[in-house]
């Protein structure tokens, strides 16, 4: 099954390591840190240049990308969740 992200972004649900809460999450200065690190090593997808309000940790290719998207965690976790 797959998990739509935003935009044109799909990723498939097997891969996903964790949905997180932008705002909640980045008061974290370890959160922080891990995302200033994933993007300068490149490993950061920016799904939409809208507000982004979630990021999505994913292992994919023998790594870790880091999606950030401007839906909601509780959407993508509904979309995560859900049994079509």
Known sequence: MYLHL???VVILKSLVIGIFDLDTSTV???????????????????VSYELP????????GGGITV??????????LKRFTANF
């Open 67 to 76: 999606y950030i998207s401007q839906l909601s965690p509780q959407t993508l």
């Open 28 to 46: 974290s200065k370890h959160t922080r840190n891990y995302l200033a690190l994933a993007e300068r090593e490149g490993r950061v997808v920016t």
């Open 6 to 8: 935003g935009s044109d």
């Open 53 to 60: 309000r979630s990021f999505v940790v994913v292992k994919e």
